[in-house]
C-alpha cells in the first residue's frame, strides 16, 4: 500500500550573509621582516571568525591594520562597505565607533569607576544622539554582561574576569556592528575563560554582532568560533569549522588541535 507524506516544507531562503568586513590580499612589512604578504579573510554579518596562528605571526598587526593604526603597504581592507584607505580621519573615527574593539589589556580607567569607564565613550561628538539616554545605556551593557550591580564600582574591587566583562560592557554601550578581540582569554583561569567564551556567544545571538577573535586558547576557539582561520606565512593558510581544521592532513593545521 502507497504511503502519502506530506511534502516536505520549502526550505527557508537562506542568502548569503552579508558581507561586513573584508581583508584582501593584504602585505605589511617592517624592513626585511615581511609579516603579512598575501591576506585574505571575510567576515559576515552575525559570524564569529577566530583568526589563529603562532606568536610573532602578525595577528595584532593584521588587528591594527583593520582599525586604521597601521597601513597596509598594498592590499585593500572594506569595513561596512567602505575602503578604510579612501576614509579621512574624521570618517575613520566615526567608523570606529560601529567596530568596537576588546583590547588584551581590558584598558579600563583606574581613577573611574565602572559607570564613568562605560560613559567615556558615549561623550564623543556623533553620539549625541544617546545623550538623555546614558543610565539606561550603562544599565543595559552591564547586565548583557551580568553584572548590573557594579555601576559605582571601582576597577580595582573586580576580579580579572569581572574587568573582562567590563571592558566587554564599553564596547557594548556603542552598539558596534563588528567587534575585535585580542586575546579575549588569555590570563583568565580556565573556568573564568570559559564564562567569557560563553558571553561572547551570547552577544552574538543576542545583537547578531559579527566578531573577529584572535585566541590561542583551543578551549575558547572551539566554544565561539562558527569559523576558523590560520595565519601562516603571512596568509591565511587554511580556513574552515574547528572540526574541518581539528582533522586537516597538513601538520601545520593540525598541530593546534592536539
Ligand atoms: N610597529 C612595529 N614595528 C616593527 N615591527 C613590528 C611592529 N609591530 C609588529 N612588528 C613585528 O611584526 C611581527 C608580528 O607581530 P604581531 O604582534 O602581529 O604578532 P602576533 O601574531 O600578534 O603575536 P602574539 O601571539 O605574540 O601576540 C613581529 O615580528 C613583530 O616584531
Ligand atoms: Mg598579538
Redesign the pocket.
Known amino acids: 500500500m502507497k504511503t502519502l507524506t506530506a511534502p516536505a516544507p520549502p526550505p527557508a531562503p537562506t542568502g548569503p550573509a552579508e558581507v561586513v568586513l573584508t581583508l584582501e590580499h593584504i602585505a605589511k612589512s ?2 626585511d ?1 615581511h ?1 603579512l604578504r598575501d591576506f585574505s579573510l571575510d567576515l559576515h554579518r552575525g559570524e564569529n571568525v577566530v583568526v589563529l ?10 588587528v ?1 591594520c583593520i582599525i586604521g593604526l ?1 597601513r597596509p603597504d598594498a592590499g585593500r581592507i572594506t569595513v561596512l562597505g567602505q575602503d578604510i584607505s579612501t576614509l579621512d580621519h574624521e570618517a575613520m573615527d566615526q567608523l570606529r565607533a560601529k567596530l568596537g574593539f576588546l583590547f588584551q589589556s581590558n584598558a579600563l580607567y583606574d581613577s573611574m569607576t565602572v559607570r564613568e569607564n562605560l560613559l567615556f565613550p558615549l561623550r564623543r561628538q556623533w553620539l549625541a544622539d544617546r545623550r538623555g539616554k546614558e543610565k539606561e545605556l550603562v544599565q543595559q551593557a552591564l547586565e548583557d554582561v551580568g553584572l548590573g550591580d557594579t555601576a559605582e564600582k571601582m576597577p580595582a574591587e573586580l576580579s580579572g574576569g569581572q574587568r573582562k566583562r567590563i571592558a566587554l560592557a564599553r564596547t557594548l554601550i556603542l552598539q558596534p556592528e563588528i567587534i575585535l578581540y585580542d ?1 579575549p582569554t588569555t590570563g583568565l583561569d580556565p573556568i573564568t575563560a570559559r564564562e567569557i567564551s560563553g558571553l561572547i556567544r551570547e552577544v552574538q545571538q543576542k545583537y547578531q554582532t559579527a566578531a573577529f577573535i ?1 585566541s ?1 586558547d583551543m578551549d575558547s576557539v572551539r566554544l565561539v568560533a562558527d569559523r576558523v582561520a590560520l ?1 601562516a606565512d603571512g596568509r591565511c593558510y587554511a580556513q574552515g569549522t574547528y572540526a574541518e581544521l581539528a582533522k586537516h592532513e597538513d601538520p601545520r593545521v593540525h598541530d593546534f588541535f592536539i
Open positions: 617592517f624592513g621582516n609579516v596562528g603562532k606568536s610573532g605571526s602578525g595577528k595584532s598587526v593584521l591594527k597601521l586575546e584572535i590561542h595565519l
